[in-house]
């Protein structure tokens, strides 16, 4: 019986410490998903209207204060953005390198890199907001802002 024991917590043991070590990457909807707190959050504190983000979700980028301040939010929460609302690449890439499936990585630092050279706008909202609709231009397939 004490060896049975001994056994069966070894297999434990072993399943567990291999099951520690497997990659779990997130494909662009679990992304969104993961997503769907920071959007909250946001969207309160933005005041951003249930209608504007429904807006957003299928791809229009209506020129509002709200709907602007809030991708700011989602990206500084995201840490997207630096805490001088720099978009910090090099932290960016340790993430999707980390968590993303392999499929979409280079698709996703091209489009984080060559939307990074276009920006202009020092203001976080105008910023988050700029960001996130050459982001959804560049390549819709692979926007996770929700």
């Known amino acids: 019986m004490k060896n049975k024991f001994i056994s069966t917590l070894a297999v434990v043991f072993f399943v567990t410490i291999n099951f520690s070590r497997t990659e779990a ?8 998903e993961f997503g769907k707190a920071i959007a909250k959050s946001c969207a309160s504190k933005t005041a951003l209207s249930k209608e504007l983000q429904e807006a957003h979700r ?8 709200a ?6 939010c989602y990206c500084k929460m995201s840490k997207i953005f630096d ?3 720099n978009i910090d690449l090099s932290y960016v890439f340790k993430q999707l390198d980390a968590m ?18 276009q920006m202009t706008a020092t ?3 105008q910023l988050g907001y700029d960001y996130a ?10 926007y ?3």
């Open 58 to 65: 299928n791809g229009e980028f209506p020129e509002d204060e």
């Open 123 to 125: 203001e976080l909202c």
């Open 100 to 117: 993303v499936e392999l499929q979409y990585i280079d698709r996703m630092k091209n489009v984080f890199t060559t939307c990074k050279a």
């Open 25 to 32: 990457r997130l494909n662009v909807e679990q992304m969104k």
């Open 144 to 146: 996770t802002f929700i």
């Open 67 to 72: 709907l602007k301040c809030y991708l700011g």
């Open 83 to 85: 805490k001088d609302n």
């Open 133 to 142: 609709k050459c982001y959804r231009n560049m390549d819709a397939g692979v």
